[in-house]
């Protein structure tokens, strides 16, 4: 059974840094993309961030671009996303997930929730 496991969300103030890890267990992803979305409060989901298959290649929304870095060990079967100068409208629970990309999703983690105060 596939399963993704988000973990290092918590409650930070602004300005803050946190490391987001997710733990895929079940089959190897080394073929895959690994991306991170979140999704706060009455909004969609919403792209943060993806890392290619062999962790070539990396891409990041406008939002965080400059503030997050991800990045993957596929010894781990694990992504990480670690997030800096954290602000209040980063506050979102974060979700794993892989695929072919991000628009092509196979397996969604649970998320894990970032709560960035003022």
């Known amino acids: 059974q596939v399963q993704l496991v988000e973990s290092g969300g918590g409650l930070v103030q602004a300005g803050g840094s946190l490391r987001l890890s997710c733990a895929a267990s079940?089959?190897?992803?080394?073929?895959?993309?690994m991306i991170w979305f979140r999704q706060a409060p009455g909004k969609e989901r919403e792209f943060v961030a993806a890392?290619?298959?062999?962790?070539?290649?990396?891409d990041y929304a406008i939002s965080v671009k400059g503030r997050c870095t991800i990045c993957r060990d596929n010894a781990k079967n694990t992504v990480y996303l670690q997030m800096n100068s954290l602000k209040p409208e980063d506050t979102a629970v974060y979700y794993c997930a892989v695929g072919s990309s991000r628009y092509s999703i196979n397996y969604w983690g649970k998320g894990t929730l970032v709560t960035v105060s003022s």
């Open positions: 890392v290619s298959w062999n962790g070539g290649s990396t």
């Open positions: 079940g089959r190897t992803f080394s073929n895959y993309a």
